[in-house]
């Protein structure tokens, strides 16, 4: 009889995918994982060297290179910089450098781990994180030669300048001899002509020397000047230096009653308190109204504070009104006019000195001493004739009238200067250096 264990036929595999009731054993990783840094030594480390949009062969191998540092600490690693460059390619050449502080990771350290599953060991050390990059090798060779005749040029010029006669005829020479025309020399091809005519079109439209000179005074830190003034009056209107609104909201009536009662008025400005009687017995309002603009710009510059890098700042709002005395709208019209934010940098204050300038003009009938406004604004004498020059005005030493006007005396008048504004105006030139050939 047939054993019925053999007859016994085998169960055909599950067609419908369920998983099999069996489980397969499988190896569990360690619960823990022991962590060791393996400690760096004066060998070479590992590298480990992405190649950002390069498809590097896997045959190339490389020379490594290795300098120290620039006053570096810590171990090999920090202090020498390693470097690998191939050549074995036939067109390209392969270099793997370090990437410095500069870098997006520049300050990020890199290790290597080995992990042993049996042991749960994890063995770290750090590495160098080089970039490999590759150059074309023509490029290279294109970019030494550029270099070799820079070089050469560089030598040419300082033969011609320092050399004897005998060097200066063998250089000349061979300039003579590099620039002559061959009968077979090629025609300049089409992207030379397109390049050329290109040029001839934008020149066409160029600034001229005159147009680059008014850009440039326009930029300038000043009141812009009327050229079209036929009288000094015409050049700075005092419309124009105080403004609309001001003029109509300056109130000078409390200096017309003090000065018709014999009152002292006292201000923290030299120039205005030595002028401000006369000008109020005039009884000419605009000009007293351009008086009292001045010593609002007077006290809004004593009232700054000093920053850094020679930047004034503005001091807050409720200590400006409490120093200056005035309605609020009067120092936020300043502020806006003068000030960039809550501070001023060499052009606002440029610009202060510059329209507090064109308004002593209008006080003293564009005559000015610049000995009062010098020690009211704390400048050298070269400093504050320097803006009265940058408004047109011409500078002159006090002559023996002046010195009667002024009551001064000879020694006395070496640290004073007369500031003139009459027609033609006298603009500092500001030198164009022309382009060389």
Not at 328 to 350: C, P, T
């Amino acid at each position: 009889m047939s054993d019925p264990k053999a007859d016994k036929k085998r169960k055909r595999a599950s067609q419908d995918g369920s998983r099999p009731g069996k489980k397969v054993a499988i190896d569990l990783p360690a619960p823990t994982v022991k962590v060791s840094v393996v400690p760096e030594t004066d060998e070479w480390s590992p590298v480990t060297a992405p190649t950002p949009g390069l498809s590097l062969p896997s045959n190339i191998s490389f020379k490594p290179y290795r300098k120290a540092r620039p006053a570096a600490r810590g171990g090999h690693i920090q202090s020498s910089e390693l470097l690998l460059h191939s050549s074995e390619h036939p067109k390209i050449d392969y270099t793997g450098r370090e990437e410095g502080l500069g870098a997006l990771d520049g300050l990020m350290k890199h290790y290597v781990g080995v992990y042993d599953p049996k042991t749960g060991e994890l063995q770290v050390m750090e590495t160098r994180n080089l970039v490999l990059r590759g150059t074309l090798r023509a490029e290279a060779q294109e970019v030494q030669r550029d270099n070799q005749k820079t070089k050469q040029a560089l030598r040419n010029t300082l033969g011609m300048e320092f050399g004897t006669k005998k060097a200066k005829k063998a250089i000349a020479s061979l300039t003579e001899n590099a620039i002559t025309a061959s009968e077979d020399a090629k025609s300049t091809n089409s992207v030379a002509d397109a390049v050329l005519d290109s040029m001839t079109e934008s020149t066409q439209n160029m600034a001229t020397r005159e147009e680059l000179q008014a850009a440039i005074d326009d930029a300038k830190p000043r009141p812009k000047a009327n050229l079209d003034a036929t009288t000094p009056a015409e050049v700075y209107p005092i419309d124009y230096l105080v403004g609309h609104d001001e003029m109509r909201t300056i109130a000078v009536k409390e200096w017309q009653d003090a000065v018709s009662a014999n009152r002292n008025i006292e201000t923290k400005s030299r120039f205005v308190s030595k002028r401000l009687n006369k000008v109020v017995a005039s009884g000419d309002i605009p000009k007293i109204k351009a008086l009292r603009y001045l010593l609002l710009l007077l006290d809004f510059h004593l009232s700054l504070k000093s920053g850094p890098k020679g930047v004034k700042k503005l001091p807050q709002k409720e200590e400006m009104r409490k120093f200056m005395g005035v309605q609020d709208s009067w120092i936020d019209g300043v502020r806006r006019r003068f000030a960039e934010g809550s501070q001023l940098n060499k052009w606002h204050m440029d610009n202060l000195y510059t329209h507090i300038a064109a308004l002593s003009l209008i006080v003293d009938n564009f005559e000015v001493d610049t000995y009062d406004l010098k020690q009211d604004l704390k400048l050298e004498p070269k400093a504050i004739s320097q803006y009265y020059h940058e408004i047109g005005c011409r500078i002159k030493n006090p002559t023996l009238t002046d010195r009667n006007k002024l009551k001064i005396t000879k020694e006395e008048a070496q640290a004073h200067r007369i500031a003139v504004l009459r027609l033609p105006l006298d603009f500092p030139k500001t030198r164009i250096v022309p382009r060389r050939r």
